[in-house]
C-alpha cells in the first residue's frame, strides 16, 4: 500500500538523527590558518577561531555536522564516511527526541562512502532497556525511474528534520567526487538520481521510497545545478553490514590500478589503439599508475597498459574496473587481457583484501 509523504515521514523520522562533529581546540587551530576556510576572531588577548562560549569544558568545538538513521533498535546507525573521515574527530548522535549519544565506528567502507556507527548507551542515557526506532531496508535494484523519493536530514547543519520530495530521476549514474578530502576525486559508480533537493549536512541521511523504506544514502550534490542529487544504493549497505556480522568488518578486494576509463573521445584525444578499455595512468606527479606491492604490481602490469577485458568481458563504460570489483570478492581471481606495445596477452591477478 502506498503511504502519503507525511505518514512516510512521520514513520521515519523517528529514526533519523544528527552527527556533530566536535575536536578538541588546540589540534584545530594547529590545521587552519588566517587564509585557511575559517577566519579567526580575537578574544581578549587570544585568538581563537570561534567565540569562547562555543568551546566546551573539555576544550572541544563544534566543526561540522551530518546525519544518519538507525536500523537496528540496538543503535545501529549508517552514514556517510566522508561524515566521520576524521580519526581525531569525537561524534555525538542526536536522535529526534533530542537524546545526545556518544558512536563508535564499527566500519568505514574502503571503497564506497559508507560508515556504520553503534551509539553508546551509558547509565545516563539508559534505563533497564534501551530500544531504538529504526528503518526498514528495501531493495534498491528494483527501483524504476519516476519512482517517489524522499530525503530527510539535518540540511546545512542547521535544521534537523528536514524533508524534500521528489522522484528517482536516473539509475547507474557515475560523478567522480572528493569523499575525504585527504585522498584524491574518486569515481563513484551505481548512484541513484534523485531531485529530491538534498543539502550539505543531509548527507548519510535516508532516501527513502514510497512504502517508507530505505533505497539509498543521500551523499552528493552537484553545486550549480537544480535539483541534481546522488545516493548510494542501500543494497551497497546490506553487503556492508552482511561482512560486518560475518567477519566483524567490511571486506573489499584490492586490485591497485588507477586507471581512465577510454571512450572514443579519448581514443582520439590520446592517440589510443582502441575505444574502449581501462588505461593504466597515474593522476599527479605524486601518485603511481599501479599501486607498489599491490596484486596488480605483483602480476606484472605496468602504467601504460591497456586493460581491455576481465574474464572474457569487454571494459567500457558500461563495464569499468569499479564495476568488477564490486561484483568480485578479496581472494578472487581474475584474468586480464592487456594490450601493451601492440602486443595482447593476458594476466592472472588474485585480489587481496583492502586496508
Not at 572528493?178 to 576525486?185: E, G, M, S, Y
Not at 569515481?187 to 534523485?194: A, F, H, P
Not at 561482512?243 to 571512450?263: A, E, M, N, Q, T
Amino acid at each position: 500500500m502506498v503511504k502519503t509523504i507525511s505518514k512516510i515521514v512521520e514513520g521515519a523520522m523517528p529514526a533519523v538523527v544528527s552527527i556533530v562533529i566536535s575536536k578538541n581546540l588546540e589540534k584545530v587551530k594547529k590545521e587552519m590558518t588566517n587564509e585557511g576556510p575559517l577566519s579567526f576572531l580575537k578574544i581578549g588577548n587570544k585568538k581563537q577561531i570561534i567565540p569562547e562560549e562555543a568551546i566546551d569544558a573539555h576544550g572541544m568545538v563544534e566543526i561540522g555536522g551530518g546525519s544518519g538513521f538507525i536500523i537496528d533498535e540496538s543503535g545501529i546507525v549508517i552514514t556517510n564516511k566522508h561524515v566521520i573521515a576524521d580519526s581525531e574527530a569525537e561524534y555525538t548522535v542526536i536522535t529526534n527526541d533530542d537524546q545526545k549519544f556518544g558512536a563508535d565506528v564499527l566500519a568505514r567502507d574502503p571503497i564506497n562512502d559508507v560508515a556504520v556507527l553503534r551509539l553508546r548507551v551509558t547509565s545516563e542515557t539508559r534505563g533497564k532497556v534501551h530500544r531504538f526506532p529504526s528503518l526498514t531496508l528495501g531493495d534498491s535494484s528494483k527501483i524504476k525511474l519516476g519512482e517517489a523519493a524522499i530525503a530527510i536530514g539535518n540540511s546545512l547543519g542547521m535544521f534537523r528534520n528536514s524533508v524534500s520530495a521528489g522522484i528517482v530521476s536516473g539509475l547507474l549514474r557515475s560523478i567522480r567526487a572528493q569523499i575525504d578530502p585527504t585522498i584524491p576525486a574518486q569515481e563513484m559508480r551505481g548512484l541513484i538520481q534523485t531531485d529530491a533537493a538534498i543539502n550539505p549536512g543531509n548527507s548519510g541521511g535516508p532516501l527513502l521510497d514510497d512504502k517508507g523504506k530505505v533505497i539509498g544514502i543521500n551523499a552528493a550534490v552537484v553545486f550549480g545545478a537544480e535539483n541534481v542529487s546522488f545516493a548510494i544504493p542501500i543494497n551497497a549497505v546490506k553487503r556492508d553490514l552482511e561482512d560486518l556480522k560475518k567477519y566483524g568488518r567490511i571486506k573489499r578486494p584490492l586490485l591497485g590500478l588507477r586507471y581512465l576509463s577510454v571512450d572514443k573521445k579519448m581514443q582520439e584525444k590520446m592517440d589510443l589503439p582502441k575505444e574502449y578499455g581501462a588505461l593504466v595512468f597515474k593522476e599527479d606527479k605524486n601518485t603511481a599508475g599501479v599501486v607498489l606491492g599491490s596484486p596488480a604490481d605483483k602480476a606484472g602490469i605496468k602504467e601504460g597498459d591497456l586493460i581491455l577485458e576481465c574474464d572474457g568481458k569487454k571494459i567500457d563504460k558500461s563495464y569499468s574496473i569499479q564495476d568488477i570489483l564490486e561484483e568480485k570478492k578479496a581472494g578472487d581471481r581474475v584474468v586480464f587481457k592487456v594490450l601493451r606495445e601492440g602486443r595482447e596477452f593476458e594476466k592472472k591477478v588474485e585480489l587481496t583484501e583492502r586496508r
